[in-house]
Nanobody
Framework: QVQLVESGGGRVQAGGSLRLSCAASGSIFKINDMGWYRQAPGKQRELVATITSHGTPNYADSVKDRFFISRDNAKNTVYLQMNSLSPEDTAVYLC??????????????WGQGTQVTVSS
């Protein structure tokens, strides 16, 4: 089992910044892609950004040039730097990790989520 714990959410005014962190722990063999998703009330979960184990990022169009994803493989931790936040970014942000075990079996793990609220 792998556990993901997010931190860094909170309330911020429009134009502000927040940095989210997500640390993976437990029986880790190999973590492939890690990423952040978000879900606003009444809306479907959507991809925010992902990053490969080699550090290649991928962003949703809505956050490009404002959000930046990074990871520390030694710490099994992924970060999301969020700048120029707007009320439309208000959501629960969830961390995701694609874990691969010794036999090559892959499984997606999710964190509990951290609330980000942006006020106008």
């Amino acid at each position: 089992q792998v556990q993901l714990v997010e931190s860094g959410g909170g309330r911020v005014q429009a134009g502000g910044s927040l940095r989210l962190s997500c640390a993976a722990s437990g029986s880790i063999f190999k973590i492939n892609d890690m990423g952040w998703y978000r879900q606003a009330p009444g809306k479907q979960r959507e991809l925010v950004a992902t990053i490969t184990s080699h550090g290649t990022p991928n962003y949703a169009d809505s956050v490009k040039d404002r959000f930046f994803i990074s990871r520390d493989n030694a710490k099994n931790t992924v970060y999301l730097q969020m700048n120029s936040l707007s009320p439309e970014d208000t959501a629960v942000y969830l961390c995701n990790a694609d874990h691969e075990n010794w036999s090559g079996y892959e499984y997606d793990y999710w964190g509990q989520g951290t609330q980000v609220t942006v006020s106008s």
